[in-house]
């Protein structure tokens, strides 16, 4: 299952590039607003990638990572026709990322799901 969720999760990090980098005219819109499409595409990517990774240290690495990867994908669209990376769009990329990995890595070492679970959790 790990291997599913990772796998999902790094496609789900190219599917952002692809949205990120061609120009405006060729964007699919979803119908909601640009912030919560940036929140909602973080959140889901940093959701599988955590859940793909949480019994490895790297696990820590996906929040931060995700963040340095949202501010790129903002710079490059500098340079992409009809396109423009903006501030408020990295802030809430990095915001949809962190929130996946606090909540997941909360819930994975409450107490109830670590007895559903026994031995599974890696000691931190």
Known sequence: MSAIL??????????IAALSLVPGDFRPHTG???????F???FGTASL???GYWQSAGRRAIGPGLM?????????QLWIPGRNGQLIDFAVSSLGAFAAVILILAALSSE?????VPGRFPRD
């Open 40 to 42: 909602a595409a973080y």
């Open 6 to 15: 990772r796998l999902a999760g790094w496609l789900s990090v190219l599917a």
């Open 112 to 116: 109830p799901v670590r007895r559903l």
């Open 68 to 76: 340095v990867y949202a501010g790129l994908m903002e710079v490059a």
């Open 49 to 51: 990638l955590t859940l």
């Open 32 to 38: 909601i607003s640009g912030l919560a499409e940036h």
